[in-house]
Nanobody, 116 residues
Framework: QVQLVESGGGLVQPGGSLRLSCTAS????????MAWYRQAPGKQRELVAA???????FYVDSVKGRFTISRDKAKDTVDLQMNSLKPEDTAVYYC??????????WGKGTLVTVSS
């Protein structure tokens, strides 16, 4: 089992920045990739950014150049630095861990609201 706890959400004005953090505990050795997903009201959950155990990264087109995902294996954390935020980035952001057995673990989510 892997437990994930997110922090760092909140209200920010358009153009502002936020940093989300996710701390993992439990059976960490089995985790391969970690990622951030988001779900806006009335929409499906979507993959925002991911980082593999080999440090490869993926970003959805809508956040490329604005968001940066980083993973600290020593601290068992994965962060998402979000810059130049837009109202359409408003969503609940979820931390995800994918282990070597194909199992996904999820945090409870943290709300990001981008509004003036």
């Amino acid at each position: 089992q892997v437990q994930l706890v997110e922090s760092g959400g909140g209200l920010v004005q358009p153009g502002g920045s936020l940093r989300l953090s996710c701390t993992a505990s439990g059976t960490i050795f089995s985790v391969d990739a970690m990622a951030w997903y988001r779900q806006a009201p009335g929409k499906q959950r979507e993959l925002v950014a991911a980082v593999t155990s080999g440090a490869g990264t993926f970003y959805v087109d809508s956040v490329k150049g604005r968001f940066t995902i980083s993973r600290d294996k020593a601290k068992d954390t994965v962060d998402l630095q979000m810059n130049s935020l837009k109202p359409e980035d408003t969503a609940v952001y979820y931390c995800n861990a994918h282990n070597n057995y194909g199992v996904d673990y999820w945090g409870k989510g943290t709300l990001v609201t981008v509004s003036s």
